[in-house]
């Protein structure tokens, strides 16, 4: 009896020792995880830092090409610019990849939801690939269940962004066939305020192999006999996409085969039933070339020279004109001797920093109404909060456009507005949506509205038919181009607006900018007579 109470005890005490064994193994693969995690968040952190550290040269090294390439007019020098111009924006868009994914990795991507309406996005998604998918001959079926409702509480831009790549994904891999988008739901709450939406995309494309699709959603994998010349992509697309399903409470899969086409499926959970309605974004076009700044002085705070003189550039033949700081503590030096109209602060600069900087300006009884305009390199919501609740007046992200430059300037400077032509007011012949025009310029009148004629309309008029994104981007590359050519910046503009709104798929924006078309061949025709 005693023997058996004492083999009790003792199973009872390695029992013991097991579960401590076991509980401090649990415990070891805690800590482990979430050293694995933190070590993985402080790659993701490593990876935006360096992506925007890189974003800044590069927009240097972008901006200063397109002004030289309007200074060159040698073919060959010409050739050479223009591969530095193209490298150099497939580099951005590289680097945009990365710098979402790492921003989704480390935590810092917030969504921000908004009434939608799913009807307009996929007509958008339509309009945007039925260039590409008549060429190919393809077929584009949209089945949408019925009782959608037409306002669903979403993250507008980061659902398009999810439609447009595997939407995109299906055109690019399908030479024959049909792709299908439907939409499907089940209503989770007796009283139909929330639901769970299925999304699928389904080609008739080449398919991925089932040993593919384990791995299709990682970063940087792409099909092991396709050919990226053929198809050219980054491989991140599905890696971002999947991220951000998951960030909507949602779960993407993929069912293919080779040859048998693909399906994609996305479930997003609990999407609210939004009780107001999706607006239209119809936003107001800033015509930057129609403001006339007054006589004004700005200071520009940057610790590196080539930011500075790209800022600086910007100014040329304008009204403004420009003094430099490259450190906080110059800027307060400069501020109390020459009071500027405004100031664009640097945020990151070695010493004293554009926050503090801004700090002691706005404590200043006697330079604190100057504005100051935060110019920052990070897109990072966290800066962005910052910097709104420090005493900025205004706020303005690298790489920093002409076009919001002028806006965000023309809430501080005394400016007037050229009226534009479709107003019917009069005005001088060489202003205008145009703006000025050299003599040179005007001499090559006939030459420029005959390339257009002859070059220009007939993509202007297919691509704002089709409406294909990649189309109307090479439409907006040639305009810049044409605009680089001949000094016209309102052409230049053009380009780089449609360029931009192309790369947020802005696609009201597109429109409006493609309607201006016709305005600007009818004011060269003007200059002509
Ligand atoms: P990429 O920029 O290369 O398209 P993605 O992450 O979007 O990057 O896709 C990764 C890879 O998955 C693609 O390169 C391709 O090999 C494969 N893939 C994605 N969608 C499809 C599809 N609809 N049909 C066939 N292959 C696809």
């Given amino acids: 009896m005693s023997s058996r109470v004492a083999e009790l005890r003792q199973a009872n005490t390695e029992l013991l020792r097991a579960k401590e064994t076991a509980e401090q193994a649990n415990t070891e693969l805690l800590r482990a995880k ?64 990365i710098l979402d994914l790492s921003k989704i990795e480390a ?17 958008e998604i339509r309009h945007v690939f039925s260039l590409k998918m008549s060429e190919k001959g393809l077929e584009f079926i949209v089945d949408i269940a019925p009782d959608i409702p037409d306002s669903l509480l979403l993250d507008e831009v980061r659902l398009r962004q999810i439609l447009f790549n595997l939407f995109g994904n299906a055109v690019k891999f399908t030479e024959r066939g049909h792709i299908r988008l439907s939409v499907q739901k089940t209503y989770i709450e007796n009283d ?19 040993e593919a699709l384990e791995t299709i959603f990682d970063a940087f994998k792409q099909q ?78 940057d610790d590196i020279e080539t930011n500075r003189d790209l800022v600086k550039a910007f100014f040329q033949d304008t009204n403004i004109s420009t003094i430099e700081a490259e450190s906080g503590e110059k800027a307060l030096l400069l501020i109390r001797q020459y009071q500027p109209d405004a100031v664009l602060m640097d945020i990151r600069m070695p010493v004293m920093d554009g926050y503090e900087a801004t700090k002691q300006i706005k404590e200043d009884e006697d330079i604190k109404d100057i504005p100051v305009i935060a110019l920052t390199a990070s897109g990072m919501k966290e800066d962005k909060e910052k910097i709104m ?25 005394r400016h007037s507005k050229k009226e534009t032509l479709e107003k019917g007011s009069e005005i001088s012949e060489k202003e205008g949506l145009l703006g000025d025009v050299s003599p040179e310029t005007l001499e090559k ?21 089709n409406n294909s994104m990649t189309d109307i981007q090479e439409f907006g590359d040639k305009m810049k181009s044409l605009g680089d050519e ?14 931009s709104q192309v790369r947020i798929f802005d696609i009201e924006n597109i429109g409006a900018t493609l309607e201006s078309y016709p305005g600007l061949i009818e004011e060269l025709r003007g200059l002509r007579v």
């Fill in 224 to 301: 092991d006999c396709q050919s990226t010349k053929r198809y050219g992509g980054t491989g991140l697309g599905l890696a971002i996409t999947k991220r951000l399903v998951e960030m909507m409470d949602g779960a993407i899969s993929a069912e293919s085969g080779i040859g048998k086409g693909s399906r994609f499926e996305i479930v997003l959970h609990n999407v609210a039933v939004s009780a107001t309605q999706a607006k239209s974004k119809k936003g107001e076009i800033f015509d930057e070339e129609s403001i006339l700044f007054e006589e004004s002085v700005i200071l520009i705070v």
């Fill in 34 to 97: 979430e050293t694995a995690e933190s070590a993985n968040r402080a790659k993701s952190e490593f990876l935006a830092n360096m992506s925007h550290e890189i974003r800044t040269p590069m927009n240097a090294v972008l901006g200063f090409a397109d002004l030289l390439y309007a200074l060159v007019t040698e073919r060959k020098q010409r050739h050479y610019l223009e591969s530095i111009r193209s490298s150099g924006k497939s580099l951005l868009t590289l680097i945009n990849d």
């Fill in 192 to 210: 139909k305020s929330s639901l769970d939406l299925s999304l699928f995309v389904e080609d008739t494309g080449i398919g991925i192999p089932s």
């Fill in 486 to 499: 001949y000094a016209l910046k309102a052409f230049q503009k053009f380009g780089d607006d449609l360029i």
């Fill in 107 to 123: 935590g810092k991507m917030q969504l921000e939801y908004e009434p939608v309406n799913l009807y307009s996005m996929i007509n």
């Fill in 445 to 465: 009148v006939p030459e420029i509205i005959d390339k257009l004629e002859n070059e220009f309309t007939p993509l202007w008029e297919s691509v704002r038919n």
């Fill in 389 to 413: 609740h420090s005493k900025f007046d205004g706020f303005l992200i690298k790489p920093v456009k002409r076009s919001d430059l002028f806006r965000e300037l023309s809430r501080f400077i």
